[in-house]
Nanobody, 118 residues
Framework: QVQLVESGGGSVQAGGSLRLSCAASGSIFSRHVMGWYRQAPGKQREFVATIISGGSTNYLDSVKGRFTISRDNAKNTVYLQMNSLKPEDTAVYYC????????????WGQGTQVIVSS
């Protein structure tokens, strides 16, 4: 089975930076989509960034230019570099791996807390 473990969360001042890591174990392929989602208290989980086959990326509009997603397939790890953090970025961040071609292949980590204070 696939297991995802996030790390790198913490508390920072507005304008600061954090780098989140997601270490994956199990059957991970470069064709699979890996990404980050976040959920603030009382709000629904939302898409933040994804990286797909060939390295193509997509971002939530509000994080474009501030966040960068990357992956190291040899290490089965995906990263989210977060710069110029804002209080509205405060949330629990979740790592995800998904396959459009493999039914039922959709896994989530337990999440890592990010708190940005003003």
């Amino acid at each position: 089975q696939v297991q995802l473990v996030e790390s790198g969360g913490g508390s920072v001042q507005a304008g600061g930076s954090l780098r989140l890591s997601c270490a994956a174990s199990g059957s991970i392929f470069s064709r699979h989509v890996m990404g980050w989602y976040r959920q603030a208290p009382g709000k629904q989980r939302e898409f933040v960034a994804t990286i797909i086959s060939g390295g193509s990326t997509n971002y939530l509009d509000s994080v474009k230019g501030r966040f960068t997603i990357s992956r190291d397939n040899a290490k089965n790890t995906v990263y989210l570099q977060m710069n110029s953090l804002k209080p509205e970025d405060t949330a629990v961040y979740y790592c995800n791996v998904f396959s459009a071609s493999m039914k039922g292949y959709d896994y989530w980590g337990q999440g890592t807390q990010v708190i940005v204070s003003s």
